[in-house]
């Protein structure tokens, strides 16, 4: 494999790891968002309402469909409803090292199935 072969592996492998991290975090924040319209026993109206979306949206989050929601609408719609927010950015070396949160425990649960 000659430099320019690599470089281009390098940058496809890349660009797989910064789409799965997406996916990662909007599915991380999906199940915050879930996790709060149950705790609080909202209807989707309800829960539509508070975050200022429509109905449809609400059921396409409770139906999974992360490809429709960006992580700034989920971050939006959390906050909306009354929650905090926080990005923490570890460098590398800390992240392979810290304890896993609640919510990615069932997103490794989720995508081991």
């Not at 989050?61 to 971050?75: A, H, Q, V, W, Y």
């Amino acid at each position: 494999m000659n430099l320019s072969e690599t470089k281009v592996f390098s940058n496809a492998t890349d660009a797989d790891y910064e789409k799965a991290l997406n996916l990662k975090i909007r599915t991380l924040l999906m199940t915050e968002i879930e996790d709060l319209i149950q705790r609080n026993n909202w209807t989707q109206v309800e829960a539509a309402k508070r975050m200022g979306v429509n109905q449809p949206r609400i059921s396409n989050l409770t139906c999974g469909k992360s490809e429709k929601f960006s992580i700034d609408m989920l971050i939006q719609m959390l906050v909306r409803a009354g929650q905090h927010v926080e990005v923490n950015v570890l460098k590398q070396e800390a992240a392979a090292t810290a304890a896993p949160t609640q919510a990615e425990k069932v997103f490794s649960g989720v995508a081991a199935h």
